[in-house]
């Protein structure tokens, strides 16, 4: 159990344009869902919590006009990268929080910029 | 600040082998700790947690990791390592003040014949 599925596994994109991710709970709803940003060799970096109703909430520096999250389901948290830029290429992942304290991790998002 | 260091970048172990990733928090109660493990190009797994009790947890594939409060420490080992080990592996702490997670830097692991 404990399945998040994340959408698409790979994309690349022109400079300017926008991508969305999806991220889901197949086996569980999640009120709470996370969208983390991993550079090559580093560790994960918290970009924004996403609350099922509510406006997500972006951690300091991250640009939420840049980084829009809905999350508008219980199953479903999506992160748009608007107007992307080559610096916005990383691997981008998701995770939904199935019972308080434990976050469950969806597959990352690899996205590039050309 | 609140913060998880994991002092070993890079590992490189035999096949077989025992294996111990260490792991130390700074935090100013006892948190709730994690061990998560990510494949190349995947997501994170998670291996094991600890949130109080028993201070040597059992997780999924062979490992376990004990908590030792008197070190801040919550180190994982493996007593023989398979090549199919070969990752990265993240511990991280539950940030009460924030609801966050707070992951550690990583230790990349490489398993050699």
């Known amino acids: 159990g404990a399945v998040v599925s994340q959408h698409p596994s790979r994309v690349i994109c022109k400079s300017g344009t926008s991508v969305k991710i999806e991220c889901r709970s197949l086996?569980?709803?999640?009120?709470?869902m996370f969208w983390y940003r991993q550079f090559p060799k580093q560790s994960l970096m918290l970009m924004a919590t996403?609350?099922?109703?509510?406006?997500?909430?972006?951690e300091q520096g991250v640009e939420k006009d840049k980084f829009l999250i809905n999350h508008a389901s219980l199953t479903l948290s999506t992160l748009t990268v608007t107007s992307a830029h080559p610096e916005d290429s990383s691997f981008y992942i998701c995770?939904?929080?199935?019972?308080?304290?434990?976050?469950?991790f969806g597959p990352g998002t690899r996205l590039t910029v050309t | 600040a609140q913060s998880v260091t994991q002092p070993d970048i890079h590992i490189t172990v035999s096949e077989g082998a025992s294996l111990e990733l260490r792991c130390n928090y700074s935090y100013g109660a006892t948190p709730y700790l994690f061990w998560y493990v990510q494949s190349p190009g995947q997501g994170l797994q998670l291996l094991l947690k600890?949130?109080?009790?028993?201070?040597l947890v059992q997780g999924i594939k062979g490992f376990e990791a004990e908590f030792k409060r008197s070190q801040s420490s919550f180190n994982l080992r493996k007593p023989s390592v398979h090549w199919s080990d070969a990752a990265e592996y993240f511990c991280a702490a539950y940030n009460f003040g924030n609801e966050k997670l707070t992951f550690g830097t990583g230790t990349r692991l490489t398993i050699i014949p």
């Open positions: 086996d569980f709803q999640a009120t709470t």
């Open positions: 600890y949130f109080s009790g028993d201070t």
């Open positions: 995770s939904a929080l199935r019972e308080r304290y434990e976050q469950y």
């Open positions: 996403s609350n099922e109703g509510s406006k997500a909430t972006y």
